[in-house]
């Protein structure tokens, strides 16, 4: 954090979609100025020539990305809250935009950390990163289809068969035409739009394997068994920085997947993870590790361990085990693209050093 001066202009935004509502304060947190300011980006600029070097703190949201990019290249020193985190923010009784900005740069004031700040991924990641997105909004479509027809179905008394998602609609189609031929024409739009989709999705995979494709590390995460090329990239473009962390380890607190903490005298509870940083990047490793620990996951270091937690039974053991392997998962890729070496499956196994 930068040394903190009492003659420093701090301004608080509240981001809006068509309008900011920007406070200025100036030494000892007194308000100098307080005015709506159009979502433009040369408004933003001729705010930032306003006020040089000023620290600046702004809420996480739709406009926070490209924003926080603008005013830092500008030169101010720029803090983005989370006000989840923020309880004098998100529990204020009389929460307004006016009162968000004064509160803002208050606390930026006082000490910027308290915003529990978000690092935003740069311009070239967040474009790389939209493929990643699509696909994901595309295929959450595709499966709501997909159990609306199951659905509409069954009430009617038609059981569709278990079939992939590629092959859905051809099993569709003969099912009906075998069982309810006279459906067949209300449910043919249904179809046709998850044939539609099905090929746009092939479409943003086939871009998403080429971006990875430049970018030498998704190579080496792929290495290991179950990282395919979606998740080795989304991977590499969320994290973006893998000198971030101090500790390899502290990768798996940043993506929610440790336990959350309730300690207090001695009372120390169990709780489930904490489910903080990216949901989708969660997600993905936690369906990675799913596979590991599957009928057809390789034999490694991360199958063992996830098989010996399960072994030791318990109250949702498979679940604690996948959660453990997506854990350690999360950790070792990082560790590989650090250290930018080679992935060893059985690391107990490997052959022993030459004597030189």
Known sequence: MKKQTQNQTVIGIELGDKKHLICVTGKGAEILKEYELAN??????????????????LEVGTHSPWISRLLQKAGLEVWVANPRKVRAIYENTRKCDRLDARMLAKI???????????????????????????????????????????????ALGLRLE???SSSFVRKAQEALQQERPDLLGLVAPALSALEALNTQIKLLEQAISQTARSYAP??????????GPLTALAYVLFIEDPGRFANPRDVGAYLGLVPRRDQSGGSDKQLPISKAGNRYLRCLLVQCAQY??????????????????????????KKKAVIAVARKLAVLMLTLWRKDCGYQPLWAERPAPQAA
């Open 162 to 164: 278990a079939a992939s």
């Open 108 to 154: 930026a004031r006082l000490d910027p950390e308290l915003l529990a700040p978000v690092r935003h991924g740069s311009e070239q990641s967040q474009t790389d990163l939209l493929p990643i997105k699509l696909r994901d909004t595309l295929v959450r479509q595709h499966v709501a289809i997909i159990s609306s027809i199951r659905a509409c179905l069954k």
């Open 292 to 317: 590991v620990l599957g009928r057809f996951g390789p034999d490694c270091d991360l199958r063992r361990h996830g098989l010996r937690l399960a072994a030791r039974g318990g109250r949702a053991a």
């Open 40 to 57: 433009r980006r040369q408004d933003l600029e001729r705010l930032a020539k306003e006020y040089p070097k000023a620290r600046v703190a």
């Open 218 to 227: 998704v190579q080496k995460l792929q290495q290991i068994g179950g990282v």
